[in-house]
């Protein structure tokens, strides 16, 4: 076969059949960062360590055994990859598999100048929504009526969420009724509109595998040079092997994503329904919980300023406005650069929705600008002299 | 039930009309707008007492901070002028200051705050005709708006 | 590409020791090759307790541990010569004095597992462990049934009505959450107290000294959770009063009471049939001198007490041990210092205000169980049986009366009375009560910050603004307040709360200010005229 190039459409699996069959479809980003650990074209490989169904934690390892053994995807995990990737100061090589809002996340901070992409490769993973693990464990209880120490896995297919347990039975709901009741996604999900890591290295997913080699292969479409040479490094060290995906296969990707797009705009439309009334005092009984942690900025992905940011200087705990100015600071800077991806929320001690609020001014600039945070590689509008040049 | 009860309490206390006078920030560049205001006066010409004038060395030195700020403590308006886009002292921190004040104003607008609170002009130093001009029609128009949400009754 | 340098990591499920409410978080130790630690939180979203949030404590985790921590990779390879050199003297302490002159400490700022080998020598020396935040009253004993944890916090989110005498904004953060899903299902929140808080639907003007049997509006029925707290600084006839009104086995209505450290529930079931010392009383005993070696486990009385001049009295023990995993000030006055691993790196269990029974565990091959092996090793030193971890373990199961750990479910555990020491149940005034040059009464806002003597940007008083106009206080500039007697003096700055007028409240320890409740005297700061 020739070499892989940008641009390519491939199906691929590990060429290790234990893999193949365990990682759910075709264990090929193991391969591929098994390959690259072996080789040395990066020093550590994030893998996931599992504490149970509901629960495991990513950790940096430097042996290829760690990573074959590794967990694997789960919905369930909602880390936050850019500020893992922050903590090692650019002084590490790293491999990682990230989720879309993951790589937006690394791709503003690479604008920013904190995450150096020389040193970390990055598989985008296909991502149609996270759930909150505590949530999950409740639905399992309350709704499908299972023990939750009895699960062994989950899954997402068409539209509904599989539970399985160790006596080998599927118990299934629809997602859509489960989010009727706020079971089911996180909101930010819900209204997401990347679901396929176009901006990572390499983006893989289950979606488009079709046939025989359903369950036993993974799509894989070549992003960067980067990723070619990655998938290549894993073909001819004889850990993955690939071949061109069927063009029905390519078309059935596009339609799943379709369809999970449109979701998307349907609920944008529910949640950002223009607000009645009183907009400031809605804006104001939204915060009136909050409790000033900073948690909201600590973890979020696209903010770069570190301890100093002036939304930590300019806010004085003696002040008594109705809106802090360590919202208003965020609420602006997070206008041009929210790529919505619920940390915020997810964080907030007084259950603020947060990330709904920092879209709710993001969207109209966004929108006007024409700019999407982490999927373009332009300066943000908010640092350039005149907005004209954003063209 | 409760609905009422959480009524009676914490709520934004609005400012009654009565006895109110519109409080003004205006920002003024050092060598465009704020030479207009000088000039203005050396004019003599009548204008509304409302505005509090704050000399800044360019209009992009006026920060987001500052214009909530001003808000926050109880301004019911705030002007910002500067150069006329191209005659910028420092080549070009007018331009800047019109992209933060287009990411301002839309972040104002969703807040519900109404557009005439944040206004931006470029006043050269020889326009003091154009300069109490602007002060005079924005100070109405603020004045028919009333008081700003953001202001709180112990704000004198 | 530029040079690299090679990392490895450790992650440690573990509990914000804060407070008592028990927020189960992550903490990632990286370690650079050739290079000092670093240390950052995670959030451990999985948790039943906070589902991963965090308070202003929590987000400075790391900052906490890395500046109190004593050198933890010396833990790694087991006790050094220093630390059993620390241990023999310690030991050589206990031996040489009669059992009634000794007094151990553990407020709960450890596992139950260094809590139960601590009572373990507490037999071997005939002398009970105190916990002094559980048996801070005479009373306290009778209302441990009511005190221990009987509600979980979900519960709080389903109640109907919610009595409120804690400040969750400042005391319990993430109380907050679940009030805001209360309240959202519709619950009447109320809080008693003098602070207008916007998650209450109604804020009753209630006193710290008042007597609820005056306050109308405290009927609680069967709906009813009512939450409030206990540390050494509470008002016993508050608790006792909420108890009796309540009165659970009539009513059904529900108590929560939360705690100050992260396993003060756990050390006060454990330690519940001991025969147990206020720390008033331990206090009073230092300076008689019937109490000649007190020893604190993971309990920093300074920062415990609001007067200073504690530190003097227990400079007057004869033989002050400290073990402790932080650097507190109490380590600087000890005469033995028993080093112990930081808490994150500890494994073992605790239980946090809910009675939830949480693990701590972390990704190491080998755990750290330092702490718990010195405890041992003096229990040995002293002629006692040392029990193996495993064997504390099963002992603590069976206190708690389950099997094995899970902190999905809360046990039922039946609790019964016991005594406590008597004690006069008195607040501590600072300064003669009626001093009629005050204007003010200062009270304190209990928080993690506080608990732990940690900086924070809280270094201000509250008051309403009405009382701002009153004593003319100038926006933007500071107040000066006077003690009573008018010995301390403080430049402070102010923050204008919607509140009750004639009150100050503050989130941080101040000098003026050695009780609870203080009468203090307020005024601006004279403005100085620039020459």
């Known amino acids: 076969m020739t070499k892989v190039k940008v641009g390519d459409r491939l199906i691929g699996w590990s060429t290790n059949e234990e893999v193949r069959s365990n990682g759910g479809s075709g264990g090929l980003v193991t391969a591929v960062f098994a390959a690259a650990l072996e080789k040395g074209l990066v020093d550590n490989v994030v893998v996931l360590e599992k504490a149970n169904q509901f629960e495991a934690v990513p950790i940096i390892t430097d042996s290829v055994e760690d990573v074959f053994n590794s967990a694997g995807s789960m919905h369930m995990l909602i880390s936050n990859q850019t500020k893992y990737l922050q903590q090692f100061k650019n002084e590490a090589s790293i491999a990682l598999a990230v989720k879309p809002c993951d790589m937006r996340g690394i791709r503003e901070q690479q604008k920013r100048n904190t995450i150096d992409s020389d040193k970390i490769f990055t598989v985008g993973l296909n991502c149609g929504g996270t759930m909150a693990p505590f949530k999950i464990r409740e639905v399992v209880e309350s709704v499908y009526e299972v023990d939750p120490d009895q699960v062994k896995g989950e899954e997402i297919e068409k539209g509904k969420l599989i539970i399985e347990t160790f006596d080998g039975e599927h118990h299934s709901h629809s997602i859509d009724d489960l989010e009727v009741d706020d079971h089911g996604r996180r909101e930010n999900c819900r209204y997401c509109t990347v679901k396929i890591a176009t901006n990572s290295d390499l983006a893989c997913g289950n979606w488009g595998v079709i046939g025989e080699l359903s369950g036993r292969g993974t799509y894989v479409e070549v992003m960067t040079e980067k990723g070619a040479e990655f998938l290549q490094n894993a073909i001819d060290m004889k850990f993955a092997e690939v071949v061109e995906a069927p063009e029905k296969g390519t078309e059935i990707r596009g339609k799943v994503n379709g369809v999970m797009l449109k979701m998307a705009a349907n609920t944008h439309k529910e949640v950002f329904k223009p607000i009645e009334g009183d907009k400031l005092e809605d804006l104001r009984k939204e915060l009136e919980n909050c409790i000033h942690c900073g948690a909201c900025k600590e973890v979020c992905p696209v903010c770069a300023c570190g301890v100093d940011a002036k939304c930590n200087k300019y806010y004085d705990p003696t002040d008594d406005y109705d809106i802090s100015l360590y919202h208003l600071i965020r609420f602006l800077h997070l206008s041009d650069s929210c790529i919505g991806c619920g940390q915020c929320t997810d964080v907030c001690p007084a259950d603020i929705p947060l990330t709904r609020l920092y879209r709710r001014f993001a969207n109209p600039v966004q929108e006007e600008l024409d700019y999407m945070p982490g999927m373009d590689d332009r300066t943000p509008p908010f640092f350039l002299t005149k907005l004209e040049e954003l063209e | ?156 | 590409m530029t040079k690299t340098i090679k990392f490895s990591e450790n992650v440690y499920t573990t509990v914000c020791p804060g407070c008592g409410f028990g927020c189960g978080v992550y903490l990632r130790e990286l370690m650079p090759e050739g290079e000092n630690h670093i240390l950052n939180i995670d959030y451990r979203k999985p948790s039943p307790v906070n589902e991963g949030k965090l308070c202003r404590f929590g987000v400075k985790l790391p900052e906490y541990f890395e500046q109190t921590e004593y050198n933890s990779d010396s833990f790694e390879t087991g006790l050094n010569e220093k630390h059993m050199e620390a241990i023999k003297k310690a030991a050589d302490a206990l031996k040489g004095v009669k059992s009634s002159e000794i007094a151990l400490v553990s407020a709960g700022n450890t596992t139950n597992e260094e809590h139960m080998a601590f009572i373990n020598l507490g037999k071997t020396l005939n002398t009970p462990v105190n916990t002094c935040v559980n048996h801070v009253y005479k009373d306290i004993g009778k209302l441990h049934v009511y005190t221990s944890g009987n509600v979980s916090y979900s519960e709080i989110e389903n109640a109907k009505k919610i009595y409120l005498f804690v400040n969750p904004y400042v005391s319990y953060p993430l109380l907050t959450r679940r009030l805001v899903h209360a309240k959202r299902k519709g619950a009447e929140i109320v809080y008693f107290g003098l602070k207008k808080l916007p998650i209450a639907c109604k804020n009753v003007k209630t006193k710290p000294c008042e007597s609820l049997y005056e306050v109308d509006e405290f009927k609680p029925d069967s709906e009813t959770v009512i939450i409030s707290d206990i540390t050494p600084y509470t008002n016993s006839k508050r608790i006792s009063e909420i108890v009796e009104i309540a009165n659970p086995e009539k009513t059904e209505a529900k108590l929560l009471f939360m705690k100050p450290f992260v396993n003060s529930t756990g050390a006060g079931h454990l330690s519940r049939h001991s025969k147990q010392k206020t720390i008033q009383n331990i206090i009073k005993g230092i300076e008689d001198g019937t109490i000649r070696v007190l020893f604190c486990l993971d309990t920093d009385i300074i920062n415990m007490c609001l007067n200073p001049e504690v530190e003097n009295v227990l400079k007057k023990v004869e033989t002050l041990i400290v073990m402790s995993s932080t650097i507190t000030p109490i380590c600087e006055i000890a005469d033995v210092l028993i080093e112990t691993e930081p808490f994150y790196k500890k494994e073992g269990t605790v239980v946090n205000s809910e009675r939830r029974i949480i693990p701590m565990s972390s990704t190491l091959d080998n755990p750290i169980r330092a702490g718990f092996n010195q405890i041992n090793e003096i229990i040995k030193a002293v002629g006692g049986n040392a029990k193996s971890f495993e064997d504390t373990k099963e002992e603590i199961l069976s206190e708690f009366g389950i099997e094995k750990v899970d902190e999905f479910k809360i046990p039922e555990v039946s609790i019964k009375k016991y005594d406590v020491e008597k004690v006069s149940d008195k607040l501590e005034v600072c300064c003669p009560a009626d001093e009629p040059d005050t204007n003010a009464k200062f009270i304190y806002e209990l928080n993690p910050f506080m608990w732990h003597n940690r900086k924070d940007e809280n270094d201000y008083i509250e008051i309403s603004p009405e009382f701002i106009s009153e004593i003319k206080l100038i926006k933007g500039h500071t107040a000066d307040i006077n003690c009573a007697c008018k010995s301390i003096n403080k430049t402070l700055r102010y923050k204008p709360t919607d509140m009750e007028n004639g009150y100050i409240f503050s989130q941080k320890k101040q000098p003026f200010a050695k009780a609870p409740v203080a009468k203090v005297n307020i005024k601006p700061t004279p403005l100085v005229k620039k020459q």
């Not at chain 2, 409760?2 to 609005?14: F, L, P």
């Not at chain 2, 560049?29 to 004038?53: I, K, M, P």
């Not at chain 2, 705030?78 to 331009?95: A, F, K, R």
């Not at chain 2, 470029?122 to 202001?151: C, D, H």
């Open chain 2, 1 to 156: 039930m409760t609905a009422e009860i959480e009524c009676e309490q914490n709520k934004r206390v609005s400012v009654s009309r009565e006895g109110w006078t519109p409080k003004i920030v205006m920002f003024c560049c050092n060598w465009c707008s704020y030479a207009g205001a000088d000039g203005a006066g050396v004019a003599r010409l009548q204008q509304e007492t409302n505005v509090r004038v704050i000399r800044v060395m360019c209009s992009s030195r006026v920060d987001a901070v500052h214009i909530y700020t001003a808000f926050l403590e109880g301004a019911d308006g705030v002007l910002i002028t500067g150069c006329h886009l191209g005659d910028c002292h420092y080549v070009n921190g007018n331009e800047k200051t019109l992209v933060k004040y287009k990411f301002i104003k839309s972040m104002l607008d969703e807040m519900g705050i109404e557009d005439e609170r944040l206004q931006l002009q470029w006043i050269s130093a020889s326009e003091g005709q154009q300069y109490a001009a602007f002060v005079n029609e924005m100070t109405e128009k603020i004045r028919k708006l009333g008081p700003s949400p953001f202001r709180k009754p112990e704000v004198i």
